[in-house]
């Protein structure tokens, strides 16, 4: 998958727009800093879609797990701890109002892609 090309397509996206508060919070417990890269929003929304496609239908807290680290914890053994479930929510509710992804309840509950979201991510392949 050309990785580059779909941050690229998902930038143009209108639905998908960094919050205000991206430049400045963590991406999760186990980090010490926010991201360097101005762009990591768009980055994080493409990484998202693909992973609802590769595991769906899968919900937040495991795609939050998927973005986890080890906690440095001083002196104590280092702990896994998850990435934060805020940025993982905005960035589902964000595809979903782009038509990428859905909510579906059987046979399993969470998100699948839809039908344009497969179209979508189709001409990345």
């Given at each position: 998958?050309?990785?580059e090309?779909?941050?690229a397509e998902v930038t143009k996206l209108k639905e998908v727009q960094a919050p205000v508060w991206a430049p400045f919070v963590k991406t999760g417990v186990s980090k010490e800093r926010p991201p360097v890269n101005p762009e990591w929003w768009q980055v994080r929304?493409?990484?998202v879609l693909c992973?609802?496609?590769?595991?769906g239908p899968i919900g937040t807290n495991r795609l939050a797990k998927?973005?986890?680290?080890r906690q440095n914890r001083g002196v104590k053994t280092e702990k896994k701890m998850d990435g934060s479930r805020n940025i993982t929510r905005k960035a589902i509710q964000q595809l979903?109002?782009?038509g990428l992804i859905k909510q579906v309840e059987?046979?399993?509950a969470g998100k699948v892609l839809t039908k344009e979201g497969t179209?979508?991510?189709k001409r990345f392949n």
């Open positions: 998958m050309n990785t090309n779909l941050i929304v493409a990484s992973k609802v496609r590769k595991f998927q973005y986890g680290g979903e109002a782009a059987s046979p399993k179209e979508f991510l």
